[in-house]
């Protein structure tokens, strides 16, 4: 049997302490892994996040690291910005978990985006 989703890596961007421009300290970076269908890419994930978090800014984001089973909340107001990387399996490496109303909500908007490209 096929496979239909595949993973991705991806790390989220929090913001740096604006009030101090000469020694900026920059909060914790977070890598994470999802599994989003096959049929999209990273891109897509990306732009459908962005729609998420215009849509909802105050859903929470839960990070679940994998070795420690330690879980961190973030608000989705609060991540500046999203890059991804190809996979590479890192020593303390999280999961991202979006409730199921957040994850249909991401789906749909990247069935719409390549609705609109013309892809599917």
Known sequence: MENKTR???ITLHLPRDRKNLNNPKPSVNHRATICIPR?????DFIKAFY???RL???SLLTLKAKQTKK????ELK????VNFGKYKVYENEYELIFN???YDTILYAMEKQCKKMGVL
């Open 51 to 53: 729609e998420l978090q």
């Open 56 to 58: 909802d800014p105050d």
């Open 100 to 102: 199921t109303a957040d």
């Open 71 to 74: 879980t961190i909340e973030i």
């Open 78 to 81: 609060k991540i500046e910005f």
């Open 7 to 9: 993973k991705i890596q």
């Open 39 to 43: 049929q999209f890419n990273e891109a």
